[in-house]
Each structure stands twice: as C-alpha cells, then as structure tokens.
C-alpha cells in the first residue's frame, strides 16, 4: 500500500497523493530516534511556463498560459489579460469586464462543485470504507442520489457556461483588452434559466453537505486550529474574484491589512526548496497564509447575496469563526456555490450590462504589468515585462498552491506527528494525511507552471 | 472490465473535460471498475487495466517510469488531448535541468531535454487530440474501446464546422491580437487575425471562431496536412491565407513573418510533424 522503497529509517513516501489535482506525494521524515520530525507535500511535476512564454507575443500569451491548469486554466488567463492590459495602460471595456465577472463566478462554482463531487465527498460520505470503494463510482452505488444531485448541479453551471463561453476548459472569449465578444440576450438567457433550474439541487447539497459535516466533525477534527492568516482578493473589503487587491487577516489576534495589486508582488517571497517543483512563497514575511475557498468565506461575501450570506452566518455560528479547522473547507465549498450562483444569477438578469464595446486592444509598449485574482483555489498573481515590440521579456506567476504550501506542511506535519509512529503506516492514516492535503484544494498544475 | 486514468505531463483539463459528462460517465464507471487514477480513486499501484485512459507528453523520468510501466500492464492506451498525442504547449520550446528549484542538490525527478509524445514510449490504440477534447468526444472514445466498435473519425478542418465565411479581399494590416470583437458573419483572416482553423483537425463546433476568437490549432493538423509530404502546416496555411486574400505565398510569408510560429504551438516537439519537408520550425 505505501511506498517503503524509499524508507532508509530517516523517511516514508505516500505516493501518489490521491484526489487531488496532479501529482504528487507526502513524505513523512523521522529523527534518529524514529520520531516524526516532519512531514511535506511534494509536487512532482513541471513544465515550465514562465520559461515557455519568453518571446511570445504578449496578444498571443493568455491563451498559452490558459493551459497551466484544467481547472483553473481560465483564471491564469484573465489574469496574464489583466497583466498585459495593466502594462499598456488599457482600460477593459465596462460590458467586457462584467461578463469576465459572470465567466468568473460561473468557473468557481464550476470548480467547487468539482472538488466537492470527485475528491472530497468520498472522505465524508465515506470515511471508514475500503479504499477500494471510497471514491465517486464506490458512493455511486450506495448513494446514488447524492451523486447525481451533485453532477446535475454542476452541469447546469456547465451547460451556462457552454452557452456563454463555449467551452469552459481553456476558453477563448478572455482576450488582451477585454472579450472576444459579447453574449447576447438569448444566451444570457438560456444561461439564467439553466441556474434557476437548479435551485432545489443547490438547497439539498447544502444540506446533505451541512449533515455529513456534522456527522464526521469529531473524526475528522484534527484537534488545532489552521493558525496565521488567510488572504483573498477583495474590493471595498469584500471578496471578489477581479478585485484589485488582496486583503489579509489573521486568524487569532492580530491586525488585517490591505495591499493594491500593484504592491502585492513586493509583499512576496520565494522560500525555494530542493524537494518539490512547487516553490513555497510567503506573504510579508508570515509565517502561514491559507488562500482559497475557505478564506473566502471568511473574508465574507458581498452583501448582494443575502441566501448566501445568511447560511455563512448560520454555518458560522454553528462550525466556528472564522472556519479554522480543515474539515471546514467542505461546507465553505458548498457555502461558495450557492454565493455564486447568487452572484450570477444578478448578472444575468440584467441584459444591458452586457450592450456595448468587447474589446479595447492595448497598444504594448516597454512596459511591465502585474493583476492578481482569486481563482477557485486562491490568489492567483501574474507579472509581465514587455518589450518594445510587444514580446515577453520576462514572466512571473504566483498560484494559490505556492501560498498555501507553508500551511499545508505546518498541517501535515501536526497531524504526522500525531498519528504515525515508525514504519507502519496504515492505510487509515494514509487518508488522515491525505484528507489533511485535500482540506487546502491543492492545485499541482497551477503550483508548478 | 478494469479502466485506469493516468497523467504524464498534464494541466489536467481533460479528465477534466471528460467529467464535465457527469453522472453518465460516472454510471459507466461504476458499471466496470477503476484499478487506478490518482484523481478519482484511492488505489496507489498502476495495476492491469483493460483501457487506460492517457494525459499529457513525457517530461521527466518519473514520466518514462510511468509510460513503461503503463505499457507492461495497460491492454488498450488511449491517448487524450493534445500533450499526449502531439507533445502539446510544453513542448513548444526545450527546457533544462535546473529549471523550476532552487539549484540546491535536486530532491526530485530528473528532467528530459524535451517533452515527448506518449507514443515515443507505448503502443497507443486511440488517439483523440484536442486541448482539451470536448467531453463527448473523450466519452465516446472510451465507450467504444470498451464496447469494441470503432469511433468516427473526423477528418474536416475547423473551417469546415465555422460558420464565418471568406470574404475575398486583400489584409494589409495583420495582428497577433487573437479576438475581434466581432460579431460572427465573415472569416477572421479577411479581418487579418492568423486563424489556424484551416489546417487544424475539426469536430470542435468551431466554437473559438464563432465566438470571435482565432483558432490556434489546439486540436492538430488536419488529415489533409499529414497525408502527404507536399503539405505542412507551415505551407499549407500561407496558401490558404494566400487564397482568402489574393495576397501572393511569398508575399503572405514576409506579411506574416513570425506570426506563422504559431501554427505549431501545439506540434512542435511531435517527430513526425517535425520531419515532414518543408517544414519551418525553429528548435533553439
């Protein structure tokens, strides 16, 4: 079950974490005396994009850097437009940046939902099962309602998303300057009733997910509380995905801070290691930031959505505030599709948000740019040199994963040295560290580019 | 029958892709049963499988590892997306060692000088390009392996599922800029965008033209630039841009310059496009 290769009575390998996104493993470090010392979450893969992009056009380059992520692919390219658009100086159009907006809320819910369906239900649903079964098709066969509630609402995110998008893997409607066009009054309202449609399923799998977390809270509690800050991008303090800023709050006492796009990239810090791919970053100097979903919740929503804000306060007061425990991020998950679904459904209902200009092209220049934004799995931030003739000259991304690294381990670590004791690791304490790994949603592809 | 998912080097979009199918495909699965894949199920070891569903070219060693291991136990191979068939965009330029740590004594898989497509290194039953593929295209290649019938094949182009139309006439200004913001009505390169929709294999609905974004060719060359050593992708897109603006080839070349890269932003580590005569691509 675990791989004990590799074991030379200073180390184990879990390999591969599973249910997650992309490859990677934990390994578990011990002390002369057999002691845990420390355990870390490792990414094993690499591709090299901030390389890749050097010399291409900057009009050409969002596209190309879409393709870091299938999940989050989308947001890597708003945020290389943001970038480019930021260096040239250009003002995105008001309809364009509304429906990037819409596109945004609808990808989130889109992702969540995946997260929710494929990775973490099984550990709820299923927690004490063989591994053989504890997965989507073993659940499949027992809860079979569960799923499908599950994989209907999210193809009704799916099917908006076609309508207004296409496609929305790697989309190609997020260009330089703005959208490649602009939706029009049908397909925004094919994309409204494909939400309204599913207000029943939204409801049930906040209350399936609400139940399921209670009913696991005690196992799955692993006994500290995520301690040091959580960040997310915000505009006039609340939380919004094209926001241009991030704020960052602590989680016990302590101040919270606010800092413009354009300081952000100053606030940051490589902390490069030899064992994984994923360079871990720091946030002015602290110790441990938690970005993404969860953090979200905790910075709070917008007003505008008062289902959403009104079961954040009732999950709040019920789990605890700020959500401070991993186990939390599955109800802060369900928490955010309904806040977007909300979100959307306001864009949508009000067509002449979208009339008008697509696109204002940049003209590029010697220039450099930088755009954060929060992506389903956390800020996200991009920075741009441009040559004269419009060329990459020097590229540099941030993901969520490089944040959350340092708490991922502080985590990891805890909860290792609280259940392993030497070689024999089980596969019940297998999934403990791997359950404590998928409470940050680490997104492999994105955290190595 | 045993079904397996593994990714090489991979963003991961299109198991994504193929999920976007939903309770189908999720039915499907529990009808068979899933011997491994690190994103759905809990099994560590790549154990025998009757279908392998393929992601991602081969970066590192690890990946080499993993391709022949899949090879040894995996029956049928599918090879999904554009990484696995054509090497894909990490493949676009050659990459070294120390990329990506910190330089310090390496903890971690040893890099290969360049990305290799999957059938570098196993037999591949099916091939089903595209970044990514759509989600009926990826499930309907795994229902037919499983079920033993041969999937259609889709040999048009782009062009031929757009619903843009040529307007004849001379472009004297092009641009990289990849959307125009136009409604849909006539071809992009009569607007002087380089859509790639003409050498790039079709059954994608066009849906970037027709939402006034260029086509970069993520889906590869279409049947009619592999068929023969007289076409290219190089060569055959400045005779089609040549033809939809009366502009002469040469002309077209020295019009376009280095914009002409693009058309093997997804090929260009793949060894059979890269052998084809004719061709222009630059390695360094």
């Not at chain 1, 057999?34 to 009009?59: H, I, P, T, Y």
């Amino acid at each position: 079950m675990i791989d004990q290769e590799e074991f030379s009575g200073q180390k184990i390998n879990i390999y591969p974490v599973t249910r997650i996104q992309g490859r990677a493993d934990i390994e578990v470090l011990f002390t002369p005396n057999q002691e845990v010392s420390e355990a870390r979450f490792r990414a094993l893969e690499f591709r090299g994009f901030e390389r890749l992009v050097l010399g291409l056009n900057a009009f050409a380059a969002p596209q190309v850097l879409s393709r870091i992520c299938g999940s989050c692919g989308p947001f890597h390219q708003i945020v290389a437009c943001k970038a480019i658009e930021d260096a040239a100086g250009c003002e995105v159009p008001p309809a364009a940046r509304k429906f990037r907006e819409l596109l945004c809320w609808l990808l989130i819910a889109s992702d969540d939902l995946f997260n929710m369906t494929y990775l973490a239900l099984p550990d709820y649903a299923l927690p004490l099962s063989d591994p053989a079964v504890r997965n989507v098709t073993g659940l499949y066969k027992v809860e079979r309602e569960a799923v499908s509630r599950l994989t209907l609402l999210r193809s009704a995110f799916h099917e908006a998303l076609v309508h207004l998008a296409g496609f929305p893997v790697h989309p190609s409607v997020v260009v330089p300057g703005g959208v490649s066009y602009l939706p029009d009054a049908d397909a925004l309202d094919t994309a409204l009733r494909m939400l309204n449609g599913c207000e029943d399923d939204l409801d049930e799998t906040i209350r399936l997910v609400a139940m399921l977390t209670k009913r696991n809270s005690e196992m799955m509690d692993t006994g500290e509380p995520i301690s040091g800050y959580y960040a997310a991008v915000t505009s006039d303090g609340h939380t919004d995905p094209l926001g241009d800023s991030v704020t960052v709050s602590p989680f016990g006492e302590g101040e919270s801070f606010t800092v413009p796009h354009d300081r952000f990239f100053g606030l940051l810090r490589d902390e490069p290691v030899s064992w994984s791919y994923a360079v871990p970053v720091s946030i002015k100097g602290l110790a441990t930031t938690l970005v993404g979903t969860m953090a979200r919740a905790n910075i709070g929503f917008v007003s505008d959505t008062p289902r959403a804000d009104q079961k954040l306060k009732e999950c709040r007061k019920r789990l605890g505030d700020p959500f401070d425990r991993e186990f939390l991020y599955f109800p802060a998950l369900a928490l955010e599709v309904a806040h977007t679904w909300e979100k959307a459904r306001f864009l949508l209902k009000d067509t002449s948000l979208f009339e008008g200009e697509a696109v204002r092209i940049p003209e590029t220049s010697p220039s450099g740019g930088s755009a954060v934004v929060d992506a389903p799995r956390g800020v996200l931030a991009h920075r741009v040199s441009l040559e004269r003739d419009g060329k990459i000259a020097a590229y540099r991304i941030i993901s969520p994963l490089q944040i959350n690294l340092s708490s991922i381990n502080e985590c990891l670590s805890r909860v290792a040295r609280k259940v392993v004791s030497g070689l024999e690791v089980t596969d019940q304490i297998a999934q403990m560290l791997q359950r404590t790994v998928r409470a940050f949603s680490p997104c492999v592809p994105c955290g190595t580019h | 029958m045993y079904i397996s998912t593994v990714d090489f080097c991979a963003c991961g979009g299109c198991l994504n892709s193929l999920l976007y199918i939903g309770e189908p495909l999720v039915s499907l699965l529990s009808e068979h049963t899933v011997s491994f894949s690190s994103l759905l199920a809990d099994r560590r070891n790549i154990s025998p499988s009757d279908v392998v569903l393929a992601t991602g070219g081969i970066r590192n060693m690890e990946e080499l590892d993993i391709a022949r291991e899949v090879s040894r136990t995996g029956r049928k191979v599918i090879a999904i997306g554009s990484c696995a068939v054509h090497g894909g965009i990490p493949g676009m330029a050659p990459l070294n060692d120390e990329m990506g740590t910190s330089g310090e004594e390496r903890e971690l898989p040893e890099l290969l000088d360049e990305v290799e497509p999957l059938d570098s290194s196993m037999d591949i039953t099916l091939y089903v390009p595209g970044c990514p593929p759509t989600p009926e295209v990826i499930f309907e290649a795994l229902k037919s392996v499983l079920e033993g019938y041969t999937p259609i094949h889709y040999d048009g182009t782009v062009c031929s599922d757009c619903i843009r139309r040529v307007e004849m006439k001379p472009v004297k200004a092009w641009s990289a800029h990849p959307g125009t913001g136009l409604p849909a009505g006539s071809c992009l390169l009569s607007h002087g965008r380089l859509c790639l929709g003409p050498i790039t294999r079709g059954g994608c609905r066009a849906v970037c033209p027709s939402m006034g974004s260029i086509c970069i060719g993520c889906r590869g060359p279409s049947d009619m630039v592999l068929s023969s050593q007289l076409h290219s992708m190089h060569s055959d897109m400045v005779k089609f841009v040549s033809l939809s603006t009366g502009i002469k080839k040469d002309r077209v070349e020295k019009l376009l310059g280095e914009m002409l890269e693009s058309v093997h932003l997804f090929t260009r580590c793949d060894p059979v496009i890269r052998s084809k005569a004719n061709e222009k691509i630059t390695t360094g």
